[in-house]
């Protein structure tokens, strides 16, 4: 079933010029990038995008993080696209991402993870909502 997804490249990524390279790796992957935007986050922006963590000892680490420059966020599209882009990105820790995933190659721990993923289809359309109204994406499709 053909399926949507929400990603964002994360601040330390993109501060180290590694979105060309993450870009080409996903369409090579043929993902299809149907919206994509650069932004800097504002902080009640982070909190309310990672509302589902606020009771995570890591949530006001990672908020800020989060807030520390530019990410690219971007809705993706593919056959399963919430399982198939999970697995491609590698394990939530770099450190035990599978080789060649882009986590094992451009994270370098836990929070600076590189890229940001929905974990169900439900959150995706929840998260790509959050970013970018209907009529973007359709225009796209
Ligand atoms: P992400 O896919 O953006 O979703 C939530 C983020 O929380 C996750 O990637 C990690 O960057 C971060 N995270 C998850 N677990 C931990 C942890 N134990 N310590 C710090 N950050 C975490």
Do not use: W
């Not at 309310?48 to 006001?60: A, G, M, S, T, V």
């Not at 370098?108 to 790509?128: F, G, L, M, R, Y």
Request: proline content about 4%.
């Amino acid at each position: 079933m053909i399926q949507q997804t929400l990603t964002i490249i994360k601040p330390e990524c993109v501060a180290k010029h590694h979105i060309g390279d993450i870009l080409q790796r996903i369409e090579k992957a043929d993902f299809k990038i149907l919206a994509i935007r650069m932004v800097r986050l504002q902080s009640q922006e982070a909190q309310q995008f990672y509302l589902i963590h606020k009771d995570r000892p890591f949530y006001q680490e990672l908020v800020q993080y989060m807030c520390s420059g530019k990410v690219v966020v971007m809705v993706l599209e593919k056959d399963n696209c919430v399982e198939a882009f999970r697995k491609f990105i590698g394990s939530t820790n770099p450190k035990d991402a599978a080789p060649g995933t882009i986590r094992k190659d451009f994270g370098t721990d836990i929070q600076n993870n590189c890229v940001h993923a929905s974990d169900s289809p439900e959150n995706a359309q929840k998260e790509i909502a959050f970013f970018f109204s209907a009529k973007e994406i359709i225009l796209n499709q």
